[in-house]
């Protein structure tokens, strides 16, 4: 939440690669903090590399997330999108498959007898999914709708940041009394209301109705993420923290790489489409070259001369809010099917970690 203010500053003082150098002191400073602060671990039991398992992993969430991208320009029923899919589900079958019969898996599907596990990793992937896809779409939102600058947005994106510094400590109070379920449906339930604050966003609504969006945002991903990474570390046996605590980050930027995916292109299509119709006369070569983002498109309403040119800009910026509606739509049923999810799945506040209530004891 930090690094999009920080980033936003940057790239109104300095020039664009100032936003990538910034992670060697940072990176430089974590290194020194591991080497000097924390603790030493290491499982009774080290297994070997599994660079099979590791390779069918990649490449399965690569071609599914390609296929995603690609879909609004090569269209969703081409060859091309549809073999990616179908690469996609086969390569992740096969990792299934090698991963049981690994003798060293670089991920021991026994985990996820574990029900906090199972479900903290689905339920931290749909927030993380709501999370980074809504923030994909309220940056270009702040800076080409409502027409702030860098650092404008950046600042614009601090409640976020704020609401999610009070909700992550304060999701760690609750959790012990209220159960991983009731907490981690409030921070789902939160994200979807975020996201359908955006998706019924007009072309005419200013920053206040993206401020409760931002508010609701960061308080849902702090509840989400908090309760469910505690979940997650916390059912595991001592030998398990180091692969419990990976399917935590890889939960986290599978959800974010899909959210991206999947929002960004229904924001796309329908931007495109609202291109299409439009009604004033534009040379058919710069309608192309618009369609690929509304900051190319308002770039390119500058050079026509005149009122054509403002109007043009304005129907590009309806074209993008008209498309945050299906997008935002999507994240707010993905965190919605969550929130049931976690009333289904998630173990109750008397469950240990298998999902099973504990007996009273009646002696």
């Known amino acids: 939440m930090i690094g999009p203010m920080v980033g936003g500053w940057l790239l109104s003082h300095y020039w664009w690669g100032s936003v990538f150098l ?14 000097l602060l924390v603790p030493n671990s290491r499982a009774p039991e080290s297994g070997r590399l599994d660079p099979a398992g590791a390779l069918l992993s990649v490449t399965a969430v690569a071609s599914v997330l390609w296929a995603v991208i690609e879909g609004p320009d090569r269209g969703w029923t081409s060859p091309a999108v549809l073999a990616a899919f179908s690469a996609g589900a086969l390569l992740l079958t096969a990792f299934v498959a090698w991963q049981r019969r690994a003798v060293s898996p670089m991920l021991p599907l026994r985990i996820f007898r574990h029900r906090a596990l199972a479900s903290g990793d689905l339920l931290v992937l749909l927030g993380a999914f709501a999370l980074i896809g809504t923030l994909f779409v309220a940056v270009q939102h702040f800076q080409f709708v409502l027409g702030y600058s860098a650092g404008q947005t950046g600042v614009r994106l601090g409640p976020a940041a704020l609401a999610l510094l009070v909700a992550g400590p304060l999701a760690g109070v609750l959790a012990p ?22 998706a019924t966003t007009g072309p005419g609504d200013g920053y206040g109705r993206a401020l409760v969006s931002m508010l609701l945002l960061g308080a849902g991903a702090g509840f989400v993420i908090t309760v469910t990474s505690d979940a997650i570390v916390g059912s595991l046996p001592e030998k398990d923290l180091g692969v419990g605590s990976a399917t935590n980050s890889a939960a986290i930027q599978l959800g974010a790489a899909t959210g991206v995916a999947v929002m960004g292109s229904l924001l796309s299509d329908r931007y495109r489409s609202g291109l299409d119709d439009l009604s004033a006369p534009v040379p058919q070569s710069l309608l192309e070259s618009a369609k690929e983002s509304l900051g190319t498109a308002l770039a390119l309403a500058e050079r026509i001369p005149g009122e054509a040119g403002t109007a043009f800009a304005d129907a590009a910026r309806r074209a993008f809010v008209d498309g945050m509606g299906p997008a935002m739509f999507a994240g707010a049923g993905v965190t919605a099917a ?12 008397n469950a240990d970690a298998t999902g099973i209530p504990h007996q009273k004891d009646s002696s």
């Open 22 to 35: 910034i992670n060697l002191p940072i990176g430089i400073a974590g290194l020194i903090a591991a080497a």
């Open 177 to 198: 009394r209220l159960g991983m379920r009731t907490v981690s449906a409030a921070g789902l339930a939160l994200l979807s209301g975020s996201a359908a604050v955006l």
């Open 338 to 349: 969550g929130l049931l999810l976690a009333f289904v799945l998630a173990p109750s506040r």
